[in-house]
T-cell receptor, first 113, second 113 residues
Framework: NAGVTQTPKFRVLKTGQSMTLLCAQDMNHEYMYWYRQDPGMGLRLIHYSVGEGTTAKGEVPDGYNVSRLKKQNFLLGLESAAPSQTSVYFC????????????FGPGTRLTVL | GENVEQHPSTLSVQEGDSAVIKCTYSDSASNYFPWYKQELGKRPQLIIDIRSNVGEKKDQRIAVTLNKTAKHFSLHITETQPEDSAVYFCAPKYNTGGFKTIFGAGTRLFVKA
C-alpha cells in the first residue's frame, strides 16, 4: 500500500497563476484533510472532508477551494496564487472519528513569486 | 470555541534526561488526544494517543497523561536520546458539525548528546 501520496512534490508559481494539488489515499479512509505549515508554525487546517462528495472549511480556507469527487482523492485548488500562500502543504486521511490516527502525505512545497 | 495551546515552544535537554510537553484544550474537544512527531523535512507521524476514558498510557519511553478536569494532556519522554530531537504536536479532535483536528503550534525538542 502506498498510503497517502501527494502530487506534485514541489511547485513554483507566479502571482495570479492557478494550480491544483492532488492527494490520493489507498486506505479506504472516510476523512481527508488539507493543512498548510509555515516556518516555525504548526499545521493549520485549510479544508477537510468527512466523506465522498462533502467538503467543509477549516481554520484558514480563504483563497483555496477543494473537491472530493472520489473517496480516495482530495483536491486542493488555488485559483489566483498569492505570495502569502507560499508554504508546505500536507494532506492527511483518517478513519472514522472520534478516534482515528491521521496519516500524512509527504507534503508539497509551494513557492509563489 | 476551538483552542489549543502547547507549552513550551522550545525545550532543550541533556541526553538521558526527561522531557515533558503540555497541551491545553477547550471545552468542545472530543474524546481523542494524540501526539505527533515531525522530524526535519518529514511528515508528521503519530507516536502516542489517549482516549478520554483513560488517564495514562505508556509505550516504552513515551507516555501520555490526561487531566480532563483541567483540560490538558501531556507528553512525557524518559531517557531521551538524540533521535528524539524533533517537533512535537498535540492535536485534539473537535466535534463542531463534523470532526476536525486542531494542531498545537508545536514544541521543538533538542536532545544534546
Amino acid at each position: 500500500n502506498a498510503g497517502v501520496t501527494q502530487t506534485p512534490k514541489f511547485r513554483v508559481l507566479k502571482t495570479g497563476q492557478s494550480m491544483t494539488l492532488l492527494c490520493a489515499q489507498d486506505m479506504n479512509h472516510e476523512y481527508m484533510y488539507w493543512y498548510r505549515q509555515d516556518p516555525g508554525m504548526g499545521l493549520r487546517l485549510i479544508h477537510y472532508s468527512v466523506g465522498e462528495g462533502t467538503t467543509a472549511k477549516g481554520e484558514v480556507p480563504d483563497g483555496y477551494n477543494v473537491s472530493r469527487l472520489k473517496k480516495q482523492n482530495f483536491l486542493l485548488g488555488l485559483e489566483s496564487a498569492a505570495p502569502s500562500q507560499t508554504s508546505v502543504y500536507f494532506c492527511a486521511s483518517s478513519t472514522l472519528p472520534p478516534e482515528g490516527e491521521q496519516f500524512f502525505g509527504p507534503g508539497t512545497r509551494l513557492t509563489v513569486l | 470555541g476551538e483552542n489549543v495551546e502547547q507549552h513550551p515552544s522550545t525545550l532543550s535537554v541533556q541526553e538521558g534526561d526527561s522531557a515533558v510537553i503540555k497541551c491545553t484544550y477547550s471545552d468542545s474537544a472530543s474524546n481523542y488526544f494524540p501526539w505527533y512527531k515531525q522530524e526535519l523535512g518529514k511528515r508528521p507521524q503519530l507516536i502516542i494517543d489517549i482516549r478520554s476514558n483513560v488517564g495514562e498510557k505508556k509505550d516504552q519511553r513515551i507516555a501520555v497523561t490526561l487531566n480532563k478536569t483541567a483540560k490538558h494532556f501531556s507528553l512525557h519522554i524518559t531517557e531521551t536520546q538524540p533521535e528524539d530531537s524533533a517537533v512535537y504536536f498535540c492535536a485534539p479532535k473537535y466535534n463542531t458539525g463534523g470532526f476536525k483536528t486542531i494542531f498545537g503550534a508545536g514544541t521543538r525538542l533538542f536532545v544534546k548528546a
